[in-house]
């Protein structure tokens, strides 16, 4: 069983054993304010980066345990991001809802759950914690409850990062009106990266979308090439994660000067 089958296993039967209570989430999520536009972000600037709070990873293991996610994601908008994705998994990436709520509390930038999304109700966890996007892995659902994903987003005016793997995969995102369309270098099952097969497939990705590589960016050879590829942003977090110094690691990224 690969990663990602394992860990939407995991999920579904923890959802079922333990529902989450969509009246109680709708009533937080409508006390909300206005979301802040992830599309909007994106468009804003070339690079754009996406910069990622992250403890851990399955690829990884432990990178930064005890990391102060509210200082990094202050870090990251110093420096020039264009928006914060914050890991609320916790078992394999040490991140919590809580995580979420305080770094959309403490930056102007749209801040993105990352997680494995399973369920609607997930959708609406997500807004009543202060999230302003959601990212929605195809590969992790099927058509049917793709499209409710989308549905349950776009109900709660919440910006969506529809990933994609391989080939099949981008073709169904590319078949939905999701405006950012991700293309992961990590395979979630193998967990092994291809940076060259994601850089194909961001090609294939029309100029009306925003194309986002994910995964496998360790320097600005690397952000570079996307840019090549058509990429409009980029998602990098262990990178990120790992330098002593966030904001000047995002201003390496994004090229010199940025976000001074």
Known sequence: MGFLTEV???????????????????????????????AGALRARRP???????????????????DDPVARARAYEVGGAAAVSVLTEERY???SLEDLRAVAEAVGLPVLRKDVLV?????LEA???GADAVLVIAAAVDDA?????????????LGVLLEAHGDEDLDRAL?????????????????????????????????????VLESGVRDRSDVQAALEAGAAALLVGEALM???????????LLGAGVGA
Request: no cysteine.
């Open 145 to 157: 409850r793709l499209a409710d994903l989308l549905a349950a987003a776009d109900e709660q005016e």
């Open 127 to 129: 807004r009543a914690a």
């Open 119 to 123: 369920d609607p109700t997930e959708v």
């Open 48 to 66: 754009a980066l996406i910069a990622e709070v992250k403890r851990a990873s399955p690829s990884a293991g432990a990178i930064a345990p005890g």
């Open 242 to 252: 790992r330098a002593p110094d966030p904001a000047a690691a995002v201003r390496r």
């Open 175 to 211: 078949a939905t009106p999701a405006r950012v369309i991700g293309v992961n270098a990590r395979d979630l099952e193998t967990l092994e990266v291809d940076l060259a097969a994601a850089l194909a497939r961001l090609r294939r990705i029309p100029a009306d979308r925003i194309g």
């Open 93 to 95: 990436f040490g991140g």
């Open 8 to 38: 939407v296993a995991e999920r579904r039967a923890a959802l079922a054993e333990r529902p989450l209570d969509a009246a109680a989430l709708a009533r937080a999520a409508a006390e909300r304010g206005p979301t802040r536009d992830l």
